[in-house]
């Protein structure tokens, strides 16, 4: 199976317009949220987008599917992309406060809302989750995060991807699977996508973990067993992160296995959400 693991601008893009979301705020969500008892906030890898998550949708227990689109892609082509994880985590965390209320009492879904991050979102995802901890906001009822080392235990890249040429890039990408090829060979559909991703792994590069209380929210990792990027036992360390439960679930595959095999995954997804 393949998973298209860049931005693209298709029918996705048209479909997110229609829906309608005019406001600074309201760009981060391109689709209309589902019916569901608790919204599931779920942030891309890098060089993802929204569309990465469109099909999750009714697919996955309790979850309201709310996928997260980052500048720069599909909706937000002309918008420029982030570089720096604080910038980042500062404007989305405004985003989610305001539909989930910016005190501990909150304001959203009376169920509360979680968070889900692949790869590079799984680091956004714990740092929009301290930022909103900052700002005395409410807290998910989990996060579930899935190829990604936890972030003590991550390490600085051997070589700078957002510094690479357009060809070595894109033989990366070949490398790790999940991307079409008819997109890669495409000079077009490169001048779109390359931007964002440069400016992902951007992110990657420029953060710094920096030590502080674990979050008081139940974590569920998932791993993978032939990720090159993020191997079992780093992802297990994800269980320094949390006061509260902790579980980790192991995939056969590479790095998105989680995309690859959608139902395993809305199994996890839901068997975490039905706790709360």
């Known amino acids: 199976m393949t998973v298209t693991t860049v931005t693209t601008v298709t029918a996705a893009t048209a479909t997110a317009t229609a829906a309608g979301c005019p406001g600074e705020l309201d760009k981060w969500f391109p689709f209309q949220i589902p019916e569901g008892d608790v919204r599931l906030y779920c942030l891309p890898h890098a060089g993802g987008s929204a569309s990465t998550y469109r099909a999750w949708t009714g697919r996955a227990g309790r979850a309201a599917i ?14 420029t992309p982030h570089r720096l994880m604080e910038p980042l985590v500062a404007e989305l965390a405004d ?36 930022e909103i901890r900052r700002r005395g906001g409410p807290d998910p009822v989990h996060f579930i995060v899935s190829g990604c080392s936890a972030p003590q235990l991550s390490s600085a890249e051997s070589v700078r991807v957002s510094e690479l040429s357009d060809a070595e890039i894109v033989e990366l990408l070949r490398g790790l699977g999940g991307t079409p090829g008819w997109m890669l060979a495409d000079p077009t559909v490169l001048r779109m996508i390359l931007p964002p991703f440069r400016a992902d792994f951007s992110i990657k590069e420029n953060y710094r973990y920096a030590p502080q209380p674990p979050l008081d929210v139940p974590i569920t990792a998932l791993a993978a067993t032939h990720d090159p990027r993020a191997d079992v036992q780093s992802v297990s360390g994800w269980r320094d992160q949390t006061t509260r439960r902790f579980e980790q ?7 998105f296995a989680v995309l690859e095999q959608p139902n395993l995954t809305h199994a996890y997804i839901r068997a975490a959400l039905d706790r709360h």
């Open 249 to 255: 679930h192991l995939f056969t595959g590479g790095h």
């Open 95 to 130: 985003a989610i406060l305001a539909r989930e209320g910016g005190g501990r009492s909150g304001g959203g879904s009376k169920a509360g809302y979680a968070v889900y991050g692949h790869s590079l979102g799984a680091l956004v995802g714990f740092e929009l989750l301290r």
């Open 66 to 79: 709310c996928p997260v689109q980052p500048a720069g892609r599909e909706t937000r082509l002309r918008d």
